[in-house]
């Protein structure tokens, strides 16, 4: 009876909250970062420079804030871009190093258990562009778009070539050598391009063509020029500019400052062309300092410059503008750093990050609102070469290239030239604490870097070597630095599959499925493990019509399969195992890679199973789980489960590639991934039994299997013998 009036006061309240919703999402800031790189403290209009005018970088401090003591997290590249785009220390995550090239490599870069800060404004439904440098990671799993970012023009490298017929070389595979990356074409997104213009004006090219078709929407681009780094390449346009530098390096390094100049100006225009430059937080500023003798860069009257410690290195140009918001023209002199602008864009974006930030939002800061500092005590952390530094307050303490600790009042004494006596100062010993605190929770390197190219490409012998996602990998494994192989299989001996190291389940063995386990349906040839279903009727010797197990109670099996093993053969306590493997995923299949305690009785004994693939509420889905007995003895479960469609919507053709399970066990958790992405983390602790024995505190050994029927689904429609392949199983331990 009053169906209408509801129905209108429903509606009423849908069509409010999706006007408000509209409003809500149009008040949203964009967010631009532009981030030079190697550019010198003193080389912009804002900072003092005379030879460069840099015109459009200084609009945005005229526009908004120039940051005096604006401060990068590392002082090179790398890790400074680590801080920068999670807004936390690198070394926090062990990114304490400058990543090499290593398109093979899942380690080599950004680690996925952090977000970035595409990541975190797609929760507000932000779309984002990286451009430019990525330096994040080559391999495919860490590339911008499985970063958070909806689009990628640029380069996965930590530099490169900026005249376009110098990009030769089709893709990373091609690169032969460290610095062979910076000859790659250019990709727009996972493809190749033919790019016709300088490095720098394609980029702004395509940020400038970006805001235009995002402008009703909010947008992040994080627009990361490669220039002024090396090396120094310049065209007649921007060289003609600078006919009075005489110094040759200068002369270029200025044209290169200029081109990006020029290109700020292009995107400060278009976006008060579009009237969207009120909303809009626009944030300049270099990746670490100028390395003075290497590209002609001027940092003024900082001492030093990139990879030292001393403020040349760290303290870089820093400007932003957000004319709806800040003041104009201001000047800020107390310390911020690179991780505010995430802290900055989340909490303006009004979302909230997944992990701790050590930002702050500036804008309070920045409006008056806020007084005192953003941040009391700075770190920086360079690990390989003992050396650090804090900044707390006025005072710097500073060990770098060398033994001992000196401390300066940076801001008596900006270019650090007089080391106060430590033992006069009264506040050393509570810095020097309040980093050994810090350093504590901090993380050593978890790959190495470009001081270590060439111990690294003797430790991976195909470093460069493209892997064919189906066919079996013949390269040797990619040891885990820190980490040694303990066994490993790579069923490369056609025959059976090796007796030292296998052995067979037979029969019926679990959950009422319906194959019948016997060794002949496992064999090793073209450098795999075939695990063969077959539709194949055995009969069972066990019969017994009237038996109440289905062990027994049923006359034979309508299939076969097999389900190999390292019982007594071989096992493993803590470690990393990987497996690769092409599974197959028709209807009734329920292949597995797992493994089992060696004491005590299931599910006491503690299960880990990295895969297994089965339908799960009628939907097919890949699992990751462990189990153990809870304290009523049942069974507990900590499972994830993937829908196998979210893989084939990235990948189609994702049944025919090989794939690489892994599991991380260390004493406190079991981390399980899928080509690199964490699936599931099981905390050891939970497994704990009453009377405090813990299944993951025991060595497992391994199984794999093909189950036929049961969770995987009625095999009665599908087409057999079906193939599970493994190309590999290999067990890593810490050294
Ligand atoms: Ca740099």
Redesign the pocket.
């Known amino acids: 009876m009053n169906i209408k009036p509801t129905l209108t006061i429903a509606l009423a309240q849908l069509l409010f909250a999706s006007a408000s919703q509209a409003q809500e999402q149009q008040t949203l800031p964009n967010v631009i970062v532009i981030l030079a790189?190697?550019l010198g403290y003193a080389d912009v209009g804002f900072n003092g420079c005379k030879d460069i005018p840099t015109p459009n970088i200084d609009r945005i401090a005229q526009n908004g804030i120039r940051f005096t003591n604006g401060y990068v997290s590392y002082s090179?590249?790398g890790p400074s871009r680590a801080g920068l785009i999670t807004g936390r220390y690198q070394d926090r995550f062990g990114f304490g190093r400058n990543p090499l090239f290593a398109p093979n490599d899942p380690e080599m870069g950004l680690p996925l258990s952090e977000q970035t800060l595409a990541d975190a404004l797609n929760q507000a439904n932000y779309k984002s562009l990286a451009i430019g440098k990525w330096h994040l990671g080559a391999h495919e799993s860490l590339h911008p778009l499985k970063r958070g970012f909806d689009d990628f023009y640029g380069f996965l490298s930590g530099g490169h070539q900026y005249f376009p017929e110098d990009l030769t070389l089709e893709d990373e595979f091609e690169v032969k050598a460290q610095y062979d990356a910076y000859k790659t074409k250019l990709l727009q997104n996972h493809k190749r391009v033919e790019e016709s213009e300088y490095l720098t004006d394609a980029f702004s090219r395509e940020a400038v063509s970006y805001i235009e078709s995002n402008q009703d929407n909010p947008f992040f681009i994080y627009l990361a020029y490669n220039a002024p780094?090396a090396p120094l390449q310049a065209t007649e346009k921007y060289l003609d500019r600078f006919k009075q530098i005489d110094n040759r390096k200068r002369r270029i390094y200025a044209a290169m400052v200029s081109a990006v100049d020029d290109g700020v100006g292009q995107v400060l225009d278009k976006l008060e062309e579009l009237g969207i430059s009120d909303n809009t937080m626009v944030f300049f500023l270099s990746?670490?300092g100028g390395p003075e003798e290497h590209n002609g860069s001027d940092n003024g009257i900082l001492r030093e410059g990139?990879s030292s410690l001393y403020e040349g290195g760290i303290r870089v140009p820093f400007a932003m503008q957000w004319p709806a918001q800040i003041p104009a023209g201001k000047v800020y002199d107390q310390p911020v750093i690179t991780f505010d602008i995430f802290a900055t864009a989340v909490e303006n974006a009004k979302v909230s990050p997944k992990n701790q930030l050590d930002g702050v939002n500036l804008i309070p800061y920045l409006k008056g609102e806020k007084q005192g500092t953003p941040h009391e005590t700075l770190y920086w952390r360079k690990f390989d070469q003992n050396a650090y530094a804090v900044r707390s307050g006025d005072y710097k303490v500073v060990r770098y290239k060398s033994d001992v600790d000196e401390m300066f009042d940076v801001e008596k004494d900006i270019s650090e030239t007089r080391p106060l006596s430590i033992a006069d100062q009264a506040n050393y010993a509570e810095i020097k604490q309040a980093y050994t605190k810090w350093s504590g929770e901090m993380k050593d390197p978890v790959f190495l870097g470009l001081m270590q190219d060439e111990e690294y490409s003797q430790q991976n012998p195909n470093r460069f070597r493209r892997l064919n996602p189906y066919e079996p990998d013949t390269m040797k494994p990619a040891v885990p630095s820190g980490y040694s192989l303990l066994w490993a299989d790579e069923f490369d001996k056609p025959g059976k599959p090796d007796s030292l190291y296998w052995t067979y389940e037979e029969g019926f063995v679990r959950n009422e499925e319906l194959q019948w386990y016997q060794p002949d349906n496992a064999k090793v040839r073209n450098g795999v493990l075939e695990i063969e279903g077959r539709r194949e009727r055995v009969k069972n010797p066990h019969y017994e019509k009237d038996n109440r197990s289905w062990k027994k109670n049923r006359r034979e099996a309508e299939y076969t399969s097999a389900c190999v093993k390292t019982t007594d053969k071989f096992s493993f306590q803590y470690g990393i195992m990987e497996v690769r493997a092409k599974i197959d995923t028709s209807m009734g299949m329920w292949p597995a890679i797992w493994s089992l305690g060696v004491t005590r009785r299931w599910p006491a004994n503690g299960e880990v199973d990295q895969l297994e693939f089965y339908r799960h509420q009628g939907k097919a889905k890949l699992l990751a789980n462990a189990a153990w007995a809870g304290s009523d003895g049942k069974i507990v479960w900590d499972s994830a489960r993937i829908p196998i469609d979210d893989f084939l919507e990235a990948q189609p053709d994702w049944p025919e590639r090989f794939h690489v399970w892994k599991m991380d066990w260390t004493e406190s958790y079991i981390r399980l991934y899928l080509d690199g992405q964490l699936l599931n983390e099981i905390d050891i602790k939970n497994a704990e039994y009453l009377d405090g024995f813990n299944p993951f505190h025991q060595p497992q050994y391994i199984l794999l299997n093909l189950a036929i029927g049961s969770n995987g689904g009625d095999p009665s429609g599908t087409s057999f013998p079906r193939k599970y392949l493994v190309d590999y199983v290999r067990v890593y331990q810490k050294e």
């Open positions: 790189d190697d090179v590249c780094h990746d670490n990139k």
